[in-house]
T-cell receptor
Framework: NAGVTQTPKFQVLKTGQSMTLQCAQD?????MYWYRQDPGMGLRLIYY???????DKGEVPNGYNVSRLNKREFSLRLESAAPSQTSVYFC????????????FGQGTRLTVV | QQQVKQSPQSLIVQKGGISIINCAYE??????FPWYQQFPGKGPALLIA?????SEKKEGRFTISFNKSAKQFSLHIMDSQPGDSATYFC????????????FGKGTRLHILP
């Protein structure tokens, strides 16, 4: 039972570089999320996908793009990384329609220098 | 109206004591209130959840108290143990809707041995 798998676990980028964070879930969930977690700021929603083919902006979408490739996969792209994007990124999935829990990945610790 | 306000930001409790974390919400359409527990280096994981048709839910040493009229809910950890030291997030969502989960900003709990 893999649950939610994120890759990579750690990454260091130089300012201006681009990268894509990958997320896949094997629970047949409709909803998927990307959050960033910074000290004292809790979990801030970057983007959200209620179902395959749909995406919506969350609280802090600037500087990010997402793709819901299929029901399993939801990727987050940083086109031009900035030091302010240094954070821990979490992907999550849930079956909101049934009011069940959200399952989180292990996180990606990203440092932009 | 989409916010979930959580307090305190940090909490220190003696071993064997009661830890209490509070949350308040504004949107009366929320009808699912989970609590998540996060250990360092890990993603958050569901601890316990409640629906607004009950005022209390207990699972072992963890209890959620829910006050629908005040739009508040709280997590009580009885007989707190050092292993309970973690960050706790309250959250709210609407069942049966394609909508996002709203998280509080988290409480860092430390249990003194």
């Amino acid at each position: 039972n893999a649950g939610v798998t994120q890759t990579p676990k750690f990454q260091v980028l130089k300012t201006g570089q681009s990268m894509t964070l990958q997320c896949a879930q094997d629970m047949n969930h409709n909803s998927m999320y990307w959050y960033r977690q910074d000290p004292g700021m809790g979990l801030r929603l970057i983007y959200y996908s209620a179902s395959e083919g749909t995406t919506d902006k969350g609280e802090v979408p600037n500087g990010y793009n997402v793709s819901r490739l299929n029901k399993r996969e939801f990727s987050l792209r940083l086109e031009s990384a900035a030091p302010s994007q240094t954070s821990v990124y979490f992907c999550a999935s849930s079956a909101i329609r049934t009011g069940t829990e959200a399952f989180f990945g292990q996180g990606t610790r990203l440092t932009v220098v | 109206q989409q916010q979930v306000k959580q307090s305190p930001q940090s909490l220190i409790v003696q071993k064997g004591g009661i830890s209490i974390i509070n949350c308040a919400y504004e949107n009366t359409a929320f009808d699912y209130f989970p609590w998540y527990q996060q250990f360092p280096g890990k993603g958050p994981a569901l601890l316990i959840a409640i629906r607004p048709d009950v005022s209390e839910k207990k699972e072992g040493r963890f209890t959620i108290s829910f006050n629908k009229s005040a739009k508040q809910f709280s997590l009580h950890i009885m007989d707190s143990q050092p292993g309970d030291s973690a960050t706790y997030f309250c959250a709210a969502s609407k069942r049966n809707r394609d909508d996002k989960i709203i998280f509080g900003k988290g409480t860092r709990l430390h249990i003194l041995p």
